[in-house]
Structures are given as C-alpha cells and as structure tokens.
C-alpha cells in the first residue's frame, strides 16, 4: 500500500489493527494499538503475554495469521522495505559481525542504508561518542561485553536516523552507566521528533520515560495509557506501576514479601507450601 493511503494515519508512527499470531496457542490475540508521532510507547506484560511476537510482526519480520500493520501510512505487509527504511528494531539479542570494530560496522550498516560516506563517518562517531563506545571503537566486536555489544548494536539501529525505533528489553546486560547512556540518547531522539516503541520488565524504566504505557497480557490489550489513566482503569488514585501492573495481569496474588536481610538475632518468616497452608514457621538467622 502506498505511503499516504486513506486507510492508514500518516501522522500515526505506529498503526496495528486486530492483529493475530497463534504458534501452538494465540501468542497475539485481535490486538489493536496506535503510537503517535514523537511519542516514548512502552508495552508492558508478563512473560508469554504476546509483546515480542507483536514487536516482529511489527517490524516486518514475522508474518501475522491476520491484521494490518502501517508505519507513518506505510503498509508494513504490502510495502516491508518502505516501512523498513523509516524504522529501527534491536532485540534482546541482538546480531553483530564480530570480525568488525564498532566503527567498522556502523559504517557497514551506513552503507546498506544507502547513507554517504561522509554523513556516516559522522553519524558513526557521534553514535560512538554519545554512548560512551569511544574506547572500544577500534576494537573487534568478538572481544566486548555484552552489555558493549548492546549499545554497538543500538548504534547500528540509529545510524540511518529512522523515523520509529523499536526496542526490545533494551536494558538487558547493560550496567549503571550504560544504562543511563542508553535513556539518554533514546531521549534526545524523542525530544528531536522521533518515536519510540519499547518492551522492558524494569517498571522503574517505564514509569519514568513513557508518555504512554500498554499492558499486554494473553496476547491482548488490557489496558493503555499514562500513569493516571492506567491508575484510573486500576482503580487505584496513588498506586505505583509496579502495584497497577499486578493488580491489571492478575500476577501478583499470591506474592509475599520478604525483607531480604533481616538483622542478625531477628526471625526470618518462612513462606508456608501453597499446598500445605500451615502457619509461617520461623526460621533463625545469625
């Protein structure tokens, strides 16, 4: 489908409509969600709740069994080079050459995107510079951390400067440092027009970057909005994310909570069996 079509929002970054995917049981369930232009989206749920399948689809990389898809009015079904060419997608593990230097491969992936020579030597060094990849720029990609590796690939995502950068589990393997690195830069994007759309289990990470959140959870939408519209459809006034997105998946029910080092002397609760509910026993510590 040609970019600018009636059926599709150009101004939409991202359009998904009744969108399915079943493997041995549905993984994504008549899902439908739409990202605005300029806008940190961040999609929450459970483990098996649908949001990495949703991701792929999203992006071009695995088809669905039904539903539309569009990326600023570009049918990412009818026209997947397109959509590509305006977006960005790094997974939770993702691929890099390892025989290449950091530097190398940015202006590998340059090319691919067609960017000039001169625009990607720049592009690659600012990338290099703003996360913190300047010490190991020269060094082969075989011989980093993962959490180096992450931000590398990150830097491949960004070269081509897309219009929608879609992120799964980002943070995963990054300390601290690279962390905050790494919010800093999807930021500065966002703050410069682009869109975000990302998957984290660190709530902490959502709470604090999204303009709006998603909670998915059996492959469906169950919930979408910012902190106060999520807190209105949990029905809690002052609830933290964490304590909405327990109370919203149904995944929170049966945990306790334990101090997790209690002062020597002092009794640690034991968790009773779920299957014989006595009474907690305690247990010494120290």
Not at 31 to 36: D, E, G, I, K, Y
Not at 88 to 107: F, G, H, K, Q, V
Not at 142 to 161: C, P
Request: with cysteine.
């Amino acid at each position: 489908m040609a970019q600018g079509s009636p059926e599709y929002s150009p101004s939409a970054a991202l359009e998904i409509r009744d969108l399915a995917k079943s493997f041995d049981r549905p993984a994504v369930d008549g899902l439908t969600l739409r990202v605005r232009a300029g806008e940190f989206y961040t999609l929450l749920g459970p483990n098996g709740a649908g949001k990495t399948t949703t991701l792929r689809m999203a992006t071009g990389l695995l088809k669905p069994d039904r539903g539309a898809i569009s990326v600023f009015g570009i049918d990412v079904l009818a026209d997947p080079v397109g959509a590509k060419q305006i977006m960005a997608w790094l997974s939770d593990e993702p691929m890099i050459y390892d025989r290449l230097t950091p530097l190398e491969y940015l202006y590998f992936v340059a090319g691919l995107w067609g960017v000039d020579n001169a625009t990607a030597d720049t592009r690659a060094r600012d990338l290099i510079g703003w996360l913190g990849l300047g010490p190991y720029a020269q060094e082969r990609c075989e011989g980093l951390s993962k959490g180096t590796r992450q931000k590398v690939a990150l830097a491949g995502a960004l070269v081509h400067e897309p219009r929608l950068i879609i992120l799964d589990e980002p943070f995963t393997g990054l300390d601290a440092a690279s962390a905050r690195l790494v919010k800093n830069v999807l930021r500065e994007r966002v703050a410069e027009g682009c869109s975000v759309v990302m998957t984290t289990h660190i709530l902490e990470v959502a709470e604090r970057m999204a303009d709006r959140i998603g909670v998915m959870c059996d492959g469906r939408l169950i919930a979408e909005g910012t902190l106060e519209d999520l807190r209105r459809q949990a029905g809690a006034g002052h609830a933290t994310l964490e304590d909405m997105f327990l109370a919203l998946t149904g995944t929170g029910a049966d945990i306790a909570v334990v101090p997790p080092h209690p002062a020597p002397g002092r009794a640690r609760p034991r968790l009773a069996d779920p299957a014989h509910p006595s009474p907690p026993v305690e247990e010494k510590v120290g």
